[in-house]
Nanobody, 125 residues
Framework: QVQLEESGGGLVQPGGSLRLSCATS????????ITWFREGPGKEREGVSC????????EDADSVKGRFSISRNNAENTVYLQMNGLKTEDTAVYYC??????????????????WGQGTQVTVSS
């Protein structure tokens, strides 16, 4: 069965960096796209960065372009989100999720069938 597990969250000062990990198992990565979502205080869940495994295409939300980068470790079946230049507004629970359509869909969480349980990122001085 499909399993996703996020890790790497924590407390960081503004301007700092974190790398989140999403360990995957139970499915063929090439058949899916994966997206990092976040849900901040008082905000709706939003997609921030997406990767299509089959061809390596990526898509980033405007709010994180130039700061966040999604990547994959093929040998470990793990996807990463490198977050640089963190801002207070980046504080949120971060989730990874997959869809079977091999398309980056940042705007509609309902497209995604499988989710991890999330990891908390707090940006504060």
């Amino acid at each position: 069965q499909v399993q996703l597990e996020e890790s790497g969250g924590g407390l960081v000062q503004p301007g700092g960096s974190l790398r989140l990990s999403c360990a995957t198992s139970g499915f063929t990565l090439e058949d899916y796209a994966i997206t990092w979502f976040r849900e901040g205080p008082g905000k709706e869940r939003e997609g921030v960065s997406c990767l299509v495994f089959r061809d390596g295409r990526t898509e980033d939300a405007d709010s994180v372009k130039g700061r966040f980068s999604i990547s994959r470790n093929n040998a470990e079946n793990t996807v990463y989100l490198q977050m640089n230049g963190l801002k207070t507004e980046d504080t949120a629970v971060y989730y990874c999720a997959v869809n079977p359509y091999r398309l980056c869909v940042l705007s509609d969480p309902q497209v995604y069938d499988y989710w991890g349980q999330g990891t908390q990122v707090t940006v504060s001085s």
